[in-house]
């Protein structure tokens, strides 16, 4: 059970960073008016449920677990918004990014292991 609401707060803290930067690039582009910004506004509530959700879930498992344990899970998240981000939103990952995400899963590699 604690695996899955581990899965469940990673999945829903992505989903919500993907829709909220998704949405803020379709306000951006429309202009004032544009009935295509009900459906950006909708996609940016969606982010605000599932970042609600991976929080409250978050909190949840903080109750049951060693911080130590679930902060790395948290910093896995970063590293799968980067990636889905190219994947999704078809942004560039620089050779800065990739190597920034290189040292964050050095780093959660290393503080999970002590």
Do not use: C, H
């Amino acid at each position: 059970m604690i695996a899955f609401l581990i899965l469940v707060s990673v999945i829903t803290f992505v989903a919500g960073q993907l829709l909220l930067k998704l949405a803020l690039n379709q306000f951006g582009e429309l202009p004032p008016g544009d009935p295509m910004r009900r459906r950006a506004a909708w996609i940016f509530a969606a982010s605000i449920l599932s970042m609600a959700i991976a929080f409250f879930v978050n909190i949840g498992l903080l109750q049951k677990l060693e911080l130590s344990y679930l902060f790395p899970f948290q910093g896995v998240s970063v590293v799968i918004v980067a990636f889905s981000a190219a994947f999704f939103l078809k942004e560039r990952l620089s050779p800065a990014l990739i190597a920034g995400v290189i040292l964050i899963t050095a780093g959660v590699i290393l503080v999970s292991s002590s």
